[in-house]
């Protein structure tokens, strides 16, 4: 055997060895499994079992968002909300909180089957228009999800999931894992590089060698921060190109995102639940700063995700005109607590909006 390759297999088995050793110890010291887009998805279905096994008189009521929905204190969060400002006045609704950290079209379209199998009376869909972005279109942030879509729809889908960047390959082997049931494997491979990126990290920095860290993302960061710092203002203003630039242009009618969206709406409406679409309300005072920012062009994406929701069968909710500035700590929508609640002011919009929970019947509940 030549001598590199025997090294080769030397390194490899060392590897693999402290990945077990690695991995044996975290399942001994009793800490938690590493959050992965599979533990993300069974959370989502162990949500979708709840409501499905729930009282069947219950007005079931699904809120699906990302961060903006989540990011607070439980009771404070959108859903709690929600169930706090209906229980005197509609004590038959139950709210199911399914939001997660970065829950974007993709995702909501992806467990649309799984959702809609648990037969909820109403939807409640959050809508980031920082999912317009090319960022969101083209790098999906959890392509795995796809391996829940029931297999007799991906063939008429795979042309809109080959423009965000995902193969027939791809689209296989996450459906194929599924299946199996290989998402333990999965996890535990995903863990074993985290492990050794970690230890390989830590070795370097003993020896003074160079560390590869990711750069700092300001997306999550209250503005006034990075306003004040030199670099701030050009650093926050490329971000916000990104993630925004694309809803303030006037979005055209063929964007994965809003295909998506049409599709989630409409199979959800086919099995007789009622949708309402949101879009999470940003921080316009900061973005009017802009170069992008052009209010008409905003208007237009906001008029076709309109016609896109309501010709699916939704009935659409635009809450820019909610709260002030002072009501967000950051750009993209997350709510500050105080001294404005924005959660509470979000979830007092939402519950005007919709004149209470809907019954299965088709008559409100008194």
């Known amino acids: 055997m030549p001598r590199g390759v025997g ?102 379209w992806a467990m649309a089957e799984v959702l809609a199998g648990a037969r909820p009376a109403g939807v409640l869909l959050g809508f980031n228009l920082a999912s317009l972005s090319p960022a969101w279109e083209e790098h999906p942030r959890r392509p795995e999800w796809v391996g829940w ?47 050794i990126a970690t230890q390989r990290r830590r070795s370097l920095a003993r020896l003074g060698g160079p560390v590869a860290r990711p750069a700092p993302y300001p997306y999550g960061d209250p503005v006034r921060a990075y306003l004040n710092r030199p670099e701030g203002a050009q650093r926050l203003s490329a971000v916000l190109e990104e993630q925004y630039a694309a809803a303030f242009s006037g979005v055209e009618r063929d964007r994965v995102s809003l295909s998506l969206l049409g599709e989630t709406v409409r199979r959800l409406h086919g099995v ?44 659409w909710m635009d809450l820019h005109a909610l709260l002030p500035a002072a009501g967000f700590q950051d750009v993209g929508g997350h709510f500050t607590l105080s001294p404005l609640d924005g959660p509470d002011r979000v979830a007092e919009a939402l519950a005007v909006a919709i004149p209470g929970p809907p019954a299965r019947n088709g008559k409100r509940a008194n």
Request: glycine share 8%.
């Open 272 to 315: 007789g639940a009622e949708v309402w679409v949101f879009v999470v309300p940003i921080n316009l005072e900061v973005l009017r700063n802009q170069a992008f920012f052009d209010e008409q062009g905003l208007a237009r994406t906001l008029k076709r995700l309109q016609r896109v929701v309501e010709s699916a069968g939704g009935r």
């Open 7 to 108: 090294f080769l297999l030397a390194m490899m088995g060392a590897a693999l060895a402290t990945t077990l050793i690695l991995l044996q110890g975290v399942r001994l010291s009793g800490v938690p499994e590493p959050w992965t887009s599979l533990d993300a998805a069974e959370r989502f279905m162990e949500t979708a079992a709840e409501m499905a096994g729930s009282d069947p008189d219950a007005r079931r009521i699904a809120v699906v968002g990302d961060s903006t929905a989540v990011s607070y204190p439980p009771d404070r969060r959108l859903s709690a909300r929600l169930a706090q400002r209906w229980q005197t006045e509609w004590p038959s609704a139950r709210v199911f909180d399914f939001s997660q950290v970065g829950l974007g079209p993709l995702e909501q």
């Open 149 to 195: 879509v029931p297999p007799e729809r991906l063939p008429r889908s795979s042309a809109l999931l080959a423009r965000m960047g995902m193969s027939l390959d791809e689209l296989a082997s996450a459906v194929g894992v599924v299946a199996a049931g290989g998402q333990n494997l999965w996890r535990a491979v995903l863990h074993g590089r985290q492990q």
